[in-house]
């Protein structure tokens, strides 16, 4: 049976898997990294740190497949979105990545919405202009690092910078494209508005191509470095989200997917572009042919939960040598009562996106009581994203209409708690698939599709063995708890909002900050 390669690039690891068309795993090479978080709102990444993993896995698979003497149909390539790298001509960075969750590109933005009108770009890319997305983060480089932005060939995201060092090519997808605010949404080409709006040149960004589109062929220089065959084709299967969206069957009306990672993002099939009138969800090109997916992220939610596990797990003692490990904070958490006792989280520890758009937004662990325990803690952490969640569901639905079926996924989803949580929260019954590696699925259904050996998404997914789902049906009582605490996160982040408290502590932050550097 044929298989494929698939290389997954997330926010905190890099997956080279191999797998047979039928979805059985036969082997995963990973490296494990993280971001670089600054008090500034700071997020960088050294691009070595992906190049470095994907000689790494890639050699650990072409072992594998000269061993069982395997030969791969093709590498698809799936990869997080709207992280920026500078480029060379010869694809050497320049500069750190700019991570998708950096906040430094504030005055970046205000220039942008000072050159078009903020409606007119949301309705032309489907995206709204924030510190998120790619061009405010090449309008930094322009104002504060001038050399290199005039130095840069191109200005690559993470999966084009992937596959540059597999296949020599300067190449993305739409999917990816639709996350940089320069692209158009419908007709599908790099948008003159948007860049005479940001006065970047089109010929500094990557050439395009529908996802599932072929990026070249594994170089030689590739094949020496890791041992795959050169020639190998190289496929596009696009965007982390998107990608995921097809391995979780969110790819007809009325189906919707739950994924958390690092972020959280809610995603919608649609056959048109959808357009929120308070702009408050998203539109990009969805990993299907002809289609788009309504889309409404949370920046940090998963990786909020492990901080926080890690910030009360430690043990008072001088040495710190004691620690809860995550498997007893879990404990903790399923012991603490729905409502965790009254603590409420708002998980906006990098800024806020859907549906506030908040990027002074922080995190905040609000009416707390001496009677309260770690658990409450754990478990207001898992009910925060499980809400922030189930908040962004609703305004999906305002737009697309109703959604008959919500797939969970991402790590979290290991967690049979915040599965029920997350049942609850939304009030409806949800489904898990038992293998929690919806990208690198999405990306092996997109990749047998592109070869031909499924006739369609739709083929591809129903001939994956994913074997039987979990399906989590909502506890009535839980979910009027969760209906009412939710109204109660509302009211505390609007207070905190409108009273500009998150935007003055902001700015007084900095000041200090940039007083500090003066001395």
Excluded at 76 to 104: C, H, N
Excluded at 250 to 256: E, Q, W
Excluded at 323 to 331: A, S, T
Excluded at 458 to 472: A, T
Aim: charged share 20%.
């Amino acid at each position: 049976m044929e298989s494929f390669i698939t290389v997954d690039i997330g926010t905190t690891n890099f997956k080279s898997m191999l797998y047979k068309a039928d979805g059985t795993l036969l082997f995963t090479s990973v490296r494990n990294y993280q971001p670089v978080f600054s008090s500034n709102q700071q997020v960088r990444q050294h691009p070595d740190t992906w190049k470095s993993a994907l000689y790494e896995t890639l050699a650990e698979t072409a072992l594998y497949l000269k061993e069982n003497k395997i030969l791969p149909v093709s590498v698809v390539v799936s990869s997080q979105r709207a992280s920026v790298i500078p480029v060379d001509r010869q694809g050497e960075p320049l500069y750190e990545a700019f991570m998708w969750q950096d906040k430094t590109t504030l005055t970046q933005c205000e220039y942008l919405r000072g050159s078009i009108d903020l409606y007119s770009a949301y309705r032309k890319t489907g995206l709204r202009i924030d510190p998120y997305f790619s061009a405010p983060k090449i309008l930094w480089l322009r104002d504060n690092e001038n050399q290199i932005f005039r130095k840069a060939s191109k200005f690559l995201g993470v999966q084009d910078f992937v596959v540059f060092l597999l296949t020599g090519n300067f190449i993305t997808d739409h999917t990816q494209a639709s996350r940089t605010l320069l692209f158009d949404l419908e007709k599908r080409v790099w948008s003159d508005d948007m860049l005479h709006a940001a006065g970047i040149s089109p010929g500094v960004l990557p050439d395009l191509v529908p996802p599932g589109g072929k990026a070249g062929v594994l170089s030689k220089t590739l094949s020496e470095i890791t041992g795959l065959p050169e020639g190998l084709p190289v496929v596009i299967a696009g965007g982390d989200q998107q990608t995921a969206a097809i391995g979780l069957g969110v790819f007809k009306k009325g189906r919707a997917e739950a994924n958390t990672g690092t972020g959280s993002f809610v995603i919608s099939h649609s056959d048109v572009p959808v357009f929120d009138r308070e702009m408050r969800i998203l539109c990009s090109i969805s990993a299907v042919p002809d289609c788009w997916v309504a889309e409404a992220g949370t920046l940090t939610s998963g990786i909020v939960y492990k901080w926080l596990s890690g910030m009360i797990g430690a043990v008072n003692k001088a040495d710190d040598t004691e620690k809860l490990d995550i498997g007893e904070i879990n404990n903790l958490a399923e012991l603490s009562p729905p409502g965790a006792g009254g603590v409420i989280i708002l998980p906006h520890f990098k800024g806020c996106a859907a549906p506030y758009w908040d990027p002074y937004a922080k995190g905040v662990i609000f009416n707390l009581t001496l009677a309260n325990t770690k658990g409450d803690i754990a478990r207001a952490a898992l009910e925060s994203i499980a809400l922030e969640l189930a908040e962004n569901v609703s305004i999906i639905e305002e737009n697309t209409g109703t959604l008959d079926e919500i797939t969970i996924a991402g790590g979290l989803t290991q967690l049979d708690l915040f599965n029920r949580i997350q049942s609850d929260a939304f009030d409806r019954k949800v489904i898990r698939y038992h293998n929690p590696e919806a990208t690198s699925i999405g990306s092996l259904i997109i990749g047998g599709t592109s070869a031909g050996i499924f006739g369609s998404i739709e083929e591809g997914f129903d001939r994956i063995v994913l074997g039987d789902p979990e399906i989590y049906s909502p506890d009535r009582a839980n979910a009027e708890i969760y209906k009412n605490y939710s109204r109660f996160r509302k009211k505390l982040y609007l207070s905190l909002s409108d009273s500009s408290l998150f935007k003055d502590v902001y700015e007084y932050q900095q000041k200090t900050e940039n007083n500090k550097a003066e001395k």
